[in-house]
């Protein structure tokens, strides 16, 4: 038997307990508005998508102009972006998934070739990069990042096509994995969507232009009416301010089936957002609902959530249960994703500094937990023990997901499958070490039931159960972020 606190996973920083985002990607063509100020909204609405970094990059039609660099959107652009002129800007947050958080990392990556200046935005992870990368080395292709991203830039350079969307469509036919990709010359803007539309991307309108966004949130913020989502193995190129975009496929194989990455419903994602015609918030109330109806055996006096990700998912529970939605947890917001580490004996509270129990809510009260995941186990122990200690009588602690068992090749940094907790220990060993009175995960036909508005066969669950749509684990045997640097 596993005793609390026993549980250890070589090789595992216990301190990075969640999925952490991939990244968001903002795009404008509009010659009335103003393209980087509109561009610092939309990132600053796509925040949660990357922390790490952020860059902005315009066009007048002649120069390009880049802003960009390491931390918030707030603090990289605190002086503005009133030096940033055009009618074309593309923009990017950043979570490295391939390739260490550094400043030359830091996306839009700019070039110039033969077409003239070229900038490029990624979200997504590509499964094939590494052997494109040896290819083009191997032909005196010379890289100046470590990120995957590049390798598109050079495969649309090396193109000998005339027409720089044709370019696009020849590179983007040999990378494998999945990509919301923007691209900017100094005359057009050219939206990608993979064909299995892993990584969402939509089209908003203005009064005098088009934008285009990973989430449609943004679009709120800058006054843009949200029109559709880009389709799986589509793109748009942008060349008029008021003429629809020009459409093509250009995948050569489309996959019979979308494979729609889950977790931009269950956490990635805005509650705020639409993605795929699925709202985001009434898809987390239903896994909440669904969660309570295969839980009927508890019987608690109170639903609380893990601020802020567990939250629409608690109040799904309340609402399905009738039990009451009470705040038994206090959110810092004005902690970052970092902070100075305490010792070794504080660390076990260092969980404090971003959460805190409400006693008078918590006190000897039977108390439903809902978050939305567990990936390693540390920190839904310290907030377990937070609450017992804050005079809980019982802690059962219910999870909006099903165990993630399996790395992501798409986007997430989960690349290694011994990170997981849930890939070798049982759901009565990972209670156990939690400190738990009783752990439930939403079942995989449960989270399939939360999906009303759009195929739930149409999405992807590899990381439940290693159903990688492109059998990418076949492409890529050990996945590593640090795939192209020595480490």
């Given at each position: 038997?596993?005793?609390?606190?026993?549980?250890?996973?070589?090789?595992?920083?216990?301190?990075?307990?969640?999925?952490?985002?991939?990244?968001?990607?903002?795009?404008?063509?509009?010659?009335?508005?103003?393209?980087?100020?509109?561009?610092?909204?939309?990132?600053?609405?796509?925040?949660?998508?990357?922390?790490?970094?952020?860059?902005?990059?315009?066009?007048?039609?002649?120069?390009?102009?880049?802003?960009?660099?390491?931390?918030?959107?707030?603090?990289?652009?605190?002086?503005?972006?009133?030096?940033?002129?055009?009618?074309?800007?593309?923009?990017?947050?950043?979570?490295?998934?391939?390739?260490?958080?550094?400043?030359?990392?830091?996306?839009?990556?700019?070039?110039?070739?033969?077409?003239?200046?070229?900038?490029?935005?990624?979200?997504?992870?590509?499964?094939?990069?590494?052997?494109?990368?040896?290819?083009?080395?191997?032909?005196?292709?010379?890289?100046?990042?470590?990120?995957?991203?590049?390798?598109?830039?050079?495969?649309?350079?090396?193109?000998?096509?005339?027409?720089?969307?044709?370019?696009?469509?020849?590179?983007?036919?040999?990378?494998?994995?999945?990509?919301?990709?923007?691209?900017?010359?100094?005359?057009?803007?050219?939206?990608?969507?993979?064909?299995?539309?892993?990584?969402?991307?939509?089209?908003?309108?203005?009064?005098?232009?088009?934008?285009?966004?990973?989430?449609?949130?943004?679009?709120?913020?800058?006054?843009?009416?949200?029109?559709?989502?880009?389709?799986?193995?589509?793109?748009?190129?942008?060349?008029?301010?008021?003429?629809?975009?020009?459409?093509?496929?250009?995948?050569?194989?489309?996959?019979?089936?979308?494979a729609h990455c889950i977790f931009e419903y269950v956490y990635f994602a805005r509650t705020d957002s639409v993605i795929d015609k699925q709202c985001v918030y009434q898809a987390r109330i239903n896994m909440g609902r669904e969660l309570a109806k295969e839980t009927k055996e508890i019987h608690p006096d109170i639903v609380i959530s893990v601020p802020d990700s567990g939250t629409a998912a608690a109040v799904g529970y309340s609402l399905e249960s009738g039990v009451p939605f009470m705040e038994g947890l206090t959110k810092n917001r004005y902690v970052g994703r970092t902070f100075i580490q305490p010792t070794q004996k504080q660390r076990l509270n260092a969980v404090r500094l971003k959460l805190n129990p409400v006693k008078s809510v918590v006190a000897g009260k039977s108390v439903v937990m809902v978050d939305d995941s567990i990936v390693r186990g540390t920190t839904s122990g310290k907030i377990v023990k937070l609450l017992k200690d804050a005079g809980a009588k019982e802690v059962h602690v219910c999870i909006s997901s099903p165990p993630v068992t399996d790395p992501c090749y798409y986007g997430i940094d989960t690349s290694v499958r011994k990170e997981l907790i849930a890939s070798t220990h049982t759901e009565d060993e990972i209670c156990q070490y939690i400190g738990a009175d009783s752990l439930h995960y939403i079942s995989l036909e449960g989270l399939k039931r939360s999906l009303s508005s759009m195929d739930p066969e149409a999405m992807c669950y590899a990381c439940f159960n290693a159903g990688y749509p492109d059998n990418a684990e076949e492409t890529i045997r050990q996945g590593s972020k640090y795939i192209f640097e020595n480490k």
């Open positions: 038997m596993v005793e609390k606190g026993e549980l250890t996973v070589p090789g595992i920083d216990f301190e990075l307990d969640k999925l952490h985002e991939e990244c968001g990607v903002f795009g404008i063509y509009s010659h009335k508005d103003d393209v980087a100020l509109n561009t610092y909204w939309g990132l600053y609405a796509l925040q949660h998508r990357g922390q790490e970094s952020t860059g902005i990059v315009t066009t007048d039609g002649s120069n390009m102009q880049v802003k960009k660099g390491m931390g918030l959107v707030a603090d990289v652009y605190k002086d503005g972006v009133g030096d940033l002129t055009g009618h074309i800007a593309i923009g990017h947050v950043r979570y490295s998934t391939t390739g260490s958080s550094m400043a030359y990392n830091t996306q839009p990556l700019r070039v110039y070739f033969d077409g003239g200046n070229l900038a490029l935005s990624h979200n997504g992870n590509l499964t094939n990069a590494a052997e494109l990368r040896s290819r083009l080395t191997r032909d005196g292709v010379v890289f100046q990042t470590t990120v995957d991203t590049e390798v598109v830039l050079s495969l649309i350079a090396r193109s000998r096509k005339e027409k720089v969307e044709d370019r696009v469509a020849e590179a983007v036919n040999e990378i494998k994995g999945a990509f919301a990709i923007l691209i900017m010359t100094d005359h057009k803007l050219i939206a990608v969507r993979d064909p299995y539309g892993f990584r969402p991307l939509c089209l908003g309108k203005l009064d005098g232009g088009w934008v285009v966004a990973s989430e449609s949130c943004a679009f709120d913020l800058v006054g843009a009416e949200f029109i559709r989502d880009v389709k799986p193995g589509e793109m748009l190129v942008f060349e008029d301010d008021y003429a629809e975009p020009k459409s093509m496929m250009w995948s050569k194989e489309m996959p019979s089936k979308c």
